[in-house]
């Protein structure tokens, strides 16, 4: 049974940083794609990032620069290190997981596995 667990949320305000991490068990975590999403009330779900088995990494366009993913294959764990933080990056941050070495982009439909979130609020 594959679990993830995010951690690391919090309130910040605008400008701040905060580092998100996601602990996995019970997958072959570094033959995995895995990804961060995030969630706002009213909004579509939205990919922020994915790396692939190989760390080859994809980030959407509204948190490129900003945004830093990355991955200890030795700890199981994800992180997403966020800085210069802005209020429309208020949202639940979702990590996913896909048995797949390979990504499709920031499609959410390919992940099988999913954390329960943790919240991000960035007040201005």
């Known amino acids: 049974q594959v679990q993830l667990v995010e951690s690391g949320g919090g309130s910040v305000q605008t400008g701040g940083s905060l580092r998100l991490s996601c602990a996995t068990s019970g997958a072959n975590f570094e033959h995995y794609c895995m990804g961060w999403f995030r969630h706002a009330p009213g909004k579509d779900r939205e990919g922020s990032g994915t790396v692939d088995g190989h760390g080859s990494i994809t980030y959407a366009d509204s948190v490129k620069g900003r945004f830093t993913i990355s991955r200890d294959n030795a700890k199981n764990t994800l992180y997403l290190e966020m800085n210069s933080l802005k209020p429309e990056d208020t949202a639940m941050y979702y990590c996913?997981?896909?048995?797949?070495?390979?990504?499709?982009?920031?499609?959410?439909?390919?992940?099988?596995?999913w954390g329960q979130g943790t919240q991000v609020t960035v007040s201005s």
């Open positions: 996913a997981a896909r048995p797949s070495v390979a990504c499709r982009g920031l499609e959410d439909t390919q992940f099988y596995y």
